[in-house]
């Protein structure tokens, strides 16, 4: 059974950071392109980050909304993602899951339960 | 950068209502589109792949059409556990959502 678990969010100052983690198992994660999507409260969704495959040299790619203050990773010996969010801003505030993207990244088949990051002084 | 537009933004159907969602994009992307739905403090959901290809274990009232700019998600008699917000998302460059539709009981 394919599983995401999320974790690392919580209440954090503007200006701070964070570093959030998705844990998977049940595939072989090495394989995939992975992704971070978040959700502010009452909000749609919007996708952040993503990273590929080590077949593709782990290239990442980041939204312009995060671009230069969060940064996406993976260790696939810990079948482990990351996001690092710096210098963080109340509008971040949100729901963030990562999922598991199909082939080349054509759709999200799995996401994770998601972990609340709150940015507030 | 491409641009996704969701209608309507909201609506109100009956149990065994048909009930159709569309989704519009800026420019062409061949059938680079997925739909999802999500419940209340749930992660979204899977539903179609490529505009018109059903995610395995969904239920078949669910369909996608469509290609180009244009498509549509349909649910052909809609049920209790389909209230729900639905979103298309364009795989054809950067990920990007649609606005969302919210599906509620009239």
């Known amino acids: 059974e394919v599983q995401l678990v999320e974790s690392g969010g919580g209440l954090v100052q503007p200006g701070g950071s964070l570093r959030l983690s998705c844990e998977a198992s049940g595939f072989t994660f090495s394989d995939h392109y992975m992704d971070w999507v978040r959700q502010a409260p009452g909000k749609g969704l919007e996708w952040i980050a993503r990273i590929r495959n080590k077949a593709t040299s782990y290239t990442t790619d980041h939204a312009a909304s995060v671009k230069g203050r969060f940064t996406i990773s993976r260790d696939d010996s810990e079948k482990s993602l990351y996001l690092q969010m710096n210098s963080l801003k109340t509008e971040d505030t949100a729901v963030y899951y990562c999922?598991?993207?199909?082939?080349?990244?054509?759709?999200?088949?799995?996401w994770g339960q998601g972990t609340l990051v709150t940015v507030s002084s | 950068d491409i641009q996704m537009t969701q209608s309507p933004s909201s609506l109100s159907a009956s149990v065994g209502d048909r009930v159709t969602i569309t989704c519009r994009a800026s420019q062409r992307i061949n059938s680079a589109l997925n739909w999802y739905q999500q419940k209340p403090g749930k992660a979204p959901k899977l539903l179609i792949y490529a505009a018109s290809s059903l995610q395995s274990g969904v239920s078949s009232r669910f369909s996608g059409s469509g290609s180009g700019t244009d498509f549509t998600l349909t649910i052909s008699s809609l049920q209790p556990e389909d209230f729900a917000t639905y979103y298309c998302q364009q795989s054809y460059s950067t990920p990007l959502f649609g606005g969302g539709t919210k599906v509620n009981i009239k």
């Open positions: 999922a598991r993207a199909y082939s080349r990244g054509d759709y999200f088949d799995f």
